[in-house]
C-alpha cells in the first residue's frame, strides 16, 4: 500500500518527468565538471553554486505544482489529473530547498 502514496508524481507529463531528470542530472554534472584547487579535495564555490542553485529550482518548480492551478494545468497530463496531490510536491519542495540552504550553510 506504500507504493500507492506517491503516485501523484506519475500525474506529469512523460516530457515534463523527463525535462526535471535531464535539467537536475545536467546541473550535478556541471558542477563536477569544475576543476577543484589543486590540493583540496572540497568542491570549490562555483560548483556548490550550481547544485544549490539546481535544487533550489526544483524546490520551486514542485512547490509552483502544488500551489498553483495553472502550473498544473501545464504540467499535468489530463489523463492522469485524477492521480494528483500535492503532498509529494510539497515534500519534494520541502527537502531540495533544504538542500540549497545546507549547501550555502555547511
Not at 500500500?1 to 542530472?25: D, E, S
Not at 577543484?36 to 505544482?65: H, N, Q, W, Y
Amino acid at each position: 500500500m506504500t507504493g500507492m502514496k506517491y503516485k501523484g508524481l506519475l500525474a506529469l507529463k512523460i516530457h515534463v518527468m523527463i525535462a526535471v531528470i535531464v535539467i537536475w542530472n545536467i546541473g550535478f554534472i556541471a558542477a563536477m565538471q569544475i576543476d577543484p584547487i589543486p590540493g583540496d579535495r572540497t568542491m570549490p564555490k562555483e560548483g556548490v553554486a550550481i547544485i544549490s542553485a539546481t535544487c533550489l529550482l526544483a524546490a520551486l518548480f514542485t512547490l509552483a505544482i502544488a500551489v498553483s492551478k495553472e502550473v498544473q494545468s501545464v504540467v499535468l497530463a489530463p489523463k492522469r489529473m485524477h492521480m494528483f496531490s500535492s503532498r509529494p510536491y510539497y515534500f519534494i519542495s520541502f527537502v531540495t530547498g533544504a538542500l540549497a540552504l545546507s549547501f550555502y550553510t555547511f
